[in-house]
């Protein structure tokens, strides 16, 4: 393992909307759909895990930590190989508004291209987001 495997990414979006209205619509997985394109088109309730049949990564399982007040969004993504990726997402106060900060962290052996696509993706979904809440 090498210095590039532990690398972390702070991707943040401001929102016009309040925290609690932020976190509200964002922690509720049946709106993931609108806004984390990276996890597909759709999302389901399967045997009491949250299921994204069609991600661009296959058939993965997306366990989210119990709601909270302190805006915490922190979920793993179980992909179809088994193994579980762990991402922190944190809805926080800034002024009126809020910030969504999704922590991208690279996993093993992952290029810089695929790095720099992961966080284009991510980047997306939190733009996604903020239009959507900012229309709302």
Do not use: C
């Not at 009126?96 to 290029?111: A, D, K």
């Amino acid at each position: 393992m090498n210095s590039t495997d532990k690398e972390s990414r702070h991707l943040s979006v401001y929102i016009d909307r309040t925290v609690d209205e932020v976190y509200a619509f964002a922690s509720d997985p049946v709106n993931l759909p609108a806004w984390a394109r990276g996890l597909g088109g759709s999302i389901e309730r399967i045997d009491g895990q949250w299921v994204a049949e069609s991600s661009p990564m296959g058939r993965v399982a997306v366990t989210f930590v119990p709601r909270n007040e302190l805006g915490v969004l922190d979920h793993d993504v179980t992909l179809p190989s088994g193994e579980t990726v762990y991402n922190p997402v944190r809805v926080i106060r800034d002024g009126n508004g809020s910030e969504v900060v999704f922590t991208l962290r690279r996993q093993p052996q992952t290029s810089d291209a695929d790095f720099d696509r992961d966080a284009a993706t991510v980047a997306g979904d939190l733009n996604r987001l903020r239009e959507l809440m900012e229309l709302a």
